[in-house]
């Protein structure tokens, strides 16, 4: 089984069903809810998914989209070594520092996101979720 570290764009792209993007981000989400994929989600990405999803679709349909989000992945373990190394990292966003050392942190195999060209001196491979389901062999997914 795959392990992939999902960024909070691709989170937001399937809970909010925001288009271009909405098609390849729900075949990640499937393959995880077909247990094809491990997917781990930092305590930052759920925060900041919940906040923007209250405000487009209210607090309770917000809550269960995070609760059903939750059900199919798993929370990484971060706190002040990923803080620490995103202080001090070359990446010019501090956000996607914490994000990308959640993911090295925690084993991760891919790091999924749309926001590849912050992500560009990266020891792990990095793809959007176009990228991840056709090289990964998961086209049946879309759909």
């Not at 069903?17 to 781990?40: I, M, N, T």
């Not at 349909?61 to 803080?83: H, M, P, Q």
């Not at 990292?89 to 501090?94: A, G, H, R, T, Y």
């Amino acid at each position: 089984m795959d392990k992939v570290f999902v960024d909070t764009n691709i989170i937001l792209d399937w809970l909010g069903k925001r288009e271009p993007f909405y098609q390849y981000a729900k075949a990640l989400f499937s393959l995880a809810e077909e247990r094809k994929a491990e997917v781990l989600i930092s305590t930052m990405s759920f925060i900041t998914t919940e906040y923007i999803l209250r405000k487009q679709l209210g607090k309770e349909r917000a809550k269960r989209a995070i609760a059903g989000l939750r059900t199919i992945s798993s929370v990484c373990d971060c706190g002040s070594s990923e803080i620490d190394l995103s202080l001090v990292s070359e990446m010019d966003d501090f956000e996607d520092a914490f994000q990308y050392y959640n993911a090295i942190n925690n084993g991760e195999t891919v790091l999924i996101t749309r926001n590849l060209k912050d992500f560009v001196q990266s020891r792990i491979p990095i793809m959007d979720p176009e990228a991840y389901i056709k090289n990964y062999g998961h086209e049946q997914n879309v759909g």
